[in-house]
């Protein structure tokens, strides 16, 4: 019998960023759902066809867009499904994430997000980690961490609201 390659590749990051808000401040971008959606659904690139999120343990957050004229996948759909595992207001949110293209899953992960008091200001800790399908290609775990600095970035527009 010949082996088989392992079709999965396990990834760990953790993306960091410091904000100069409150930790209530912070995770309210995380918590309320239009907030949410202009720094986590919405992009220059792609149009949203659904954002919807039951922020609660067990509720479930789900994302629909597809990608504009001119993008290298353009009108491919994206879906990215999360469920709340675990909430510590203020603290904590831990959810569990599947992403798609078309009808191909690329990956699932565990995303912890923590929110850490300083001096002034919050320090959020972004830990993912992730089994990244053969659809995905070997580099899309960096581009998943890239996508998170960005993300986190734009939450600094936000905040500033």
Request: with cysteine; charged share 25%; net charge negative.
């Amino acid at each position: 019998m010949i082996p088989m390659e392992p079709t999965t590749v396990h990834s760990t990051f953790v993306v960091e960023h410091h904000y100069p808000y409150s930790p209530e401040k912070v995770f309210a971008a995380f918590s309320d759902p239009a907030r949410k959606r202009r720094w986590y659904a919405e992009g220059e690139a792609n149009d949203v066809e659904q954002y919807e999120m039951d922020f609660r343990v067990g509720g479930e957050e789900r994302l629909r867009y597809h990608f504009r004229p001119g993008h290298p996948i353009e009108g491919q759909v994206i879906t990215n499904q999360a469920r709340i595992q675990d909430i510590v207001p203020g603290q904590r949110v831990v959810t569990a994430q599947t992403m798609t293209l078309q009808d191909k899953r690329l990956f699932s992960a565990l995303v912890t997000l923590e929110f850490v008091p300083s001096a002034d200001g919050t320090d959020l800790i972004c830990t993912n980690q992730g089994a990244f399908y053969e659809a995905a290609g070997p580099d899309f775990p960096k581009m998943i961490e890239q996508g998170w600095r960005g993300m986190l970035d734009k939450i600094e527009q936000v905040l500033g609201q």
